[in-house]
């Protein structure tokens, strides 16, 4: 889940080594759009495939798929290679972050789950603001490529590993227990061709400024998503905190459209902790609602 997290952020610190490399400005914007467009466009597929299959089974493929993609982005010759090496990445990484959800959901009490659920939020958004930084010192003292094969060796680790720690309780699901035809009819293979969406941003600082500006919102959003799971595995009401993190997030949000290039760090550092704690208080709340 890390390594997923990290290679989905550590993309804006390697571009200028990468469009240098390939010599390819018109392929910049798929470096970045390329791998979430995947995950994206994956997620409700990937829900019903691991209601349908054996969830230890899917995340593995996942992992090997998510290991295929990093070694062809790590020894990419060009760089339709390395856009195609990055969409078979995510095409894995979608599948690790499903099955990462799905297996906390399989594996612990269901009072549990919401904290569960904000500890694996966390780690997302920890690599989010640590793969900058990553990167930049992979790209400085190494090669770029290094940010891609770094995931080789410890993504093969969690191909042995997960075998062993990974017992999600059986289940009753009779979707599973199905023929293998009924359980590929519940696919919507036509939905997930149509299915579109992709972003970029961009603001005039280096990366690694970047991801150091970021901690500020990431930090503020693992306190709260961490907080938010405490009070729901309690008090087990979901809907309030969602209200109010939606309504904190739309403030932090409106309020860094008045940000510019003059804006103090601190300034700029506390619209985005009071966005991080809307993010990080409603955004959790989807994954565990009943």
């Not at 958004?125 to 090669?143: E, L, Y």
């Not at 009753?172 to 939905?191: F, M, P, Q, V, Y």
Request: glycine share 10%; hydrophobic share 45%.
């Amino acid at each position: 889940m890390f390594l997923v997290g990290v290679d989905s952020s550590i993309i804006g610190v390697v571009t200028p080594r990468i469009m240098t490399t390939f010599h390819s400005m018109d392929d910049i914007a798929w470096y970045g759009s390329g791998y979430m467009l995947p995950h994206t466009v994956l997620q409700p597929t990937l829900g019903t495939f691991y209601k349908a299959f054996n969830v230890t089974y899917v995340y593995l493929l996942s992992i090997f798929i998510f290991e295929v993609g990093s070694c062809l982005c790590a020894a990419a010759p060009t760089s339709t290679v390395f856009v195609t090496g990055r969409g078979i990445a995510e095409c894995g990484g979608a599948g690790i972050f499903q099955g990462t959800l799905s297996i906390v959901s399989c594996s612990v009490s269901k009072k549990k789950v919401p904290i569960y659920y904000g500890y694996v939020l966390s780690v997302q958004a920890i690599s989010a603001c640590s793969a900058p930084i990553f990167g930049d010192i992979f790209a400085d003292k190494v090669s770029w490529r290094w940010c891609f094969w770094i995931n080789l060796p410890l993504g093969s680790i969690a191909l042995f590993v997960v075998p062993w720690l990974v017992r999600p309780t059986p289940s009753e699901n009779s979707l599973r227990k199905s023929h293998l035809a009924t359980r590929l009819r519940h696919i919507d293979w036509l939905g997930t061709l149509l299915f579109r969406g992709a972003f970029t941003s961009t603001r005039g600082t280096s990366a690694t400024n970047n991801g150091i500006r970021m901690i500020a919102l990431d930090a503020s959003r693992i306190f709260f998503i961490i907080i938010s799971g405490i009070l729901v595995s309690t008090y087990q009401h979901y809907m309030p905190y969602m209200v109010t993190g939606t309504a904190i997030n739309i403030v932090g949000a409106g309020l860094q459209t008045t940000l510019g290039t003059s804006t103090s760090t601190a300034l700029s550092a506390t619209f985005l902790v009071i966005a991080g704690a809307g993010a990080g208080l409603g955004g959790n709340q989807p994954f565990t609602a009943p």
